[in-house]
């Protein structure tokens, strides 16, 4: 009888080990006492983007409570592109459960540095600057939504459509950004169709103010500044630029029509990572990042700041203003 009971009592504990050790590959947050842990990088100052209070409002909007629940890791670079790798290395040593990554140059250089910890990236060309297999399943540790920047051609449509007098435009871009080869791709297609003379001006740090410093009436009869992360963090230098320079300008964040901007086309950032925080909340519960699907951006707003196009002397189409989705006046 002593034999039989033994022996019941060893397979018995052999099997609670054994589901003791597959416990932790299903998902850390469900471990009673563990709070899970999420990083975030983001190439400008505290304050300054929209990302950051969208993936909260998401996290929040799925029951976490910040702080308590969840461990939220933030990381700035103030600008300098050169921390990110070491923001990020910070991020990991935590041993945090999740990375989200705002922009492509980012999620790349959290790609170069893990590929164990899962990575929520929101990038322009996931599949083509080689941060995922495919869309349908990304097939690593990154998964997350993609803007696929399709719309830098309607950047110049918008432009034009804005200014029919536009003849010679430059566009400011990040050659350094793995999506710009594609941007740009797309806008000389519009350009080309539009008989635009389109000039691309970089906007890596040793070669911005020279980049900024041939943006005059002189060279071009209006501008646009792409959607590259780090070009949002001197939003307010760009903006004064063009009034001091009376150049008509479109941007591609929608918080330049606040600062003063002419126009603004773009994605909705904030709702975006909004969107993020439902991949986060479901590799926490499990998922793996291989098998979630990137999610394409389908919504996107046209802005104007009327008060700065009259400064300009632009006089906006009505039925430009009537497609937009704020008009400041």
Same mark, same amino acid.
């Given at each position: /009888?002593? +034999? ?6 060893? &397979?018995?504990?052999?099997?609670? @080990? ?9 998902a850390h947050a469900q471990q009673p ?13 505290? *304050? ?12 929040? *909007? ?14 700035? #670079? ?6 990110? %790798? ?15 990554t705002p922009s492509t140059p980012i ?8 590929? @164990? ?6 990038? *322009? ?15 690593? $540790? !990154? ?5 696929? =920047?399709?719309?830098? &051609? ?19 871009? $990040?050659?350094? $950004? ?18 635009? +003379?389109?000039?691309?001006? =970089? ?7 020279? =980049?900024?410093?041939?943006?005059? %009436?002189?060279?071009?009869? *209006?501008?646009?500044?792409? +959607? ?20 008509? &300008? ?5 918080? #330049? ?9 773009? #994605? ?7 969107? &993020?925080?439902?991949? !986060? +909340? ?18 996107? @707003?046209?802005?104007? $700041? ?9 006089? /906006? ?13």
């Open positions: /009888m002593f +034999d039989i009971r033994r022996r019941e009592f060893i &397979a018995l504990l052999g099997s609670a @080990s054994s589901s003791c050790i597959a416990w932790p590959t299903a006492g563990r709070v899970p842990r999420v990083g975030y990088v983001w190439i400008g100052a505290p *304050g300054t983007d929209e990302n950051k209070a969208g993936l909260v409002q998401g996290l929040e *909007g799925r029951g976490y409570v910040i702080g308590r629940t969840l461990l939220l890791e933030t990381r700035y #670079a103030n600008g300098n592109a050169a921390l990110v %790798p070491q923001l990020i290395a910070e991020l990991l040593a935590l041993k945090i459960d999740v990375l989200a999620s790349r250089a959290a790609q170069r540095a893990t590929s @164990s910890v899962p990575i929520v990236s929101m990038s *322009g060309d996931p599949v083509g600057t080689g941060l995922v297999a495919s869309l349908a399943r990304p097939g690593g $540790n !990154i998964t997350g939504l993609s803007l696929l =920047s399709e719309y830098g &051609a309607k950047w110049l449509e918008l432009l034009m459509e804005a200014t029919p007098k536009l003849r010679r435009a430059g566009v400011l871009l $990040n050659p350094d $950004n793995p999506a710009a080869a594609r941007q740009v791709e797309r806008m000389r297609e519009a350009a080309r169709a539009l008989a635009l +003379d389109l000039t691309t001006l =970089s906007a890596r740090p040793a070669e911005l103010e020279a =980049s900024l410093g041939v943006i005059a %009436p002189t060279s071009f009869d *209006g501008f646009v500044v792409s +959607d590259d992360a780090f070009l949002e963090t001197i939003l307010p230098r760009l903006v004064a630029l063009a009034a001091e320079r009376g150049l008509p &300008a479109l941007y591609g964040f929608s918080n #330049a029509v606040k600062l003063g901007g002419m126009m603004s086309y773009s #994605a909705d950032f904030f709702d975006l990572m909004r969107k &993020a925080a439902g991949y !986060i +909340d479901r590799i926490l519960k499990g998922a793996r990042p291989a098998e979630l699907p990137i999610e394409q951006a389908t919504k996107f @707003s046209l802005k104007i $700041n009327l008060r700065t196009a009259k400064a300009l002397g632009v006089v /906006m189409p009505p039925m430009l203003l009537a497609r937009a989705d704020e008009v400041i006046e």
